[in-house]
């Protein structure tokens, strides 16, 4: 619903959406591209231009923003050139450069892969680390895509854990590690 709602007011405030990602709008304003992403109830929004920045926050505040009686529901606005959004550290704080970090993210999959452990414990099978050939072209494990056929198949919770594990993995290796897609294709098959 509210996404519905925001791309509607997004439109009608003259902003064109991304044809890679339909969660980031671009509009064009006194010569400076405003930016804005957005995710669930959060939004980025980027400009070379503060005065395009203010009026687009005081848009959407008039648009969005519900205030209750117990002061709760007004907009946060954070400024600087640190930012935490999704699950990403972004440090703008180098001219030129944006530094993504993902500490926190790392810490909640290790949380998580921990507490599977404890929870599954008798479903989890040690594997043996095989030596690298030294003919071997990558570093990839050459049964690094084998299945053994032999293994039951994963309990309804084991089944829950590692579908959030692997989705929770996709995302990180999406945003901040790309060299691990590979075996994130394969586990998500």
């Known amino acids: 619903m509210f996404y519905k709602k925001l791309v509607a007011a997004l439109k009608s405030y003259g902003f064109e959406f991304n044809l890679y990602d339909v969660c980031v709008a671009n509009k064009t304003v006194d010569g400076s591209v405003v930016t804005i992403c957005f995710h669930v109830d959060g939004c980025k929004i980027s400009c070379v231009s503060t005065k395009v920045v203010d009026e687009t926050i005081s848009r959407l505040r ?34 030129g450069e944006v530094h993504i970090l993902m500490i926190r993210y790392v810490q909640d999959l290790v949380d998580t892969f921990k507490q599977a452990q404890l929870t599954l414990d ?28 032999e293994c039951k198949p994963l309990s309804d919770a084991a089944h829950v854990m590692y579908h959030s594990m692997v989705a929770k993995c996709l995302y990180f290796a999406k945003r901040a590690r790309p060299d691990a897609m590979t075996a994130m294709s394969f586990l998500t098959k």
């Open 62 to 95: 008039n648009d969005f923003e519900v205030v209750f009686e117990d002061g709760s529901g007004t907009m946060k606005v954070h400024r600087g050139k640190r930012h935490e959004f999704v699950g990403m550290s972004l440090d703008y704080s180098h001219k």
């Open 122 to 149: 008798d479903g989890f099978i040690k594997v043996k680390k095989k030596s690298r050939s030294s003919t071997q072209l990558t570093a990839a494990p050459k049964n690094l895509f084998v299945v053994n056929e």
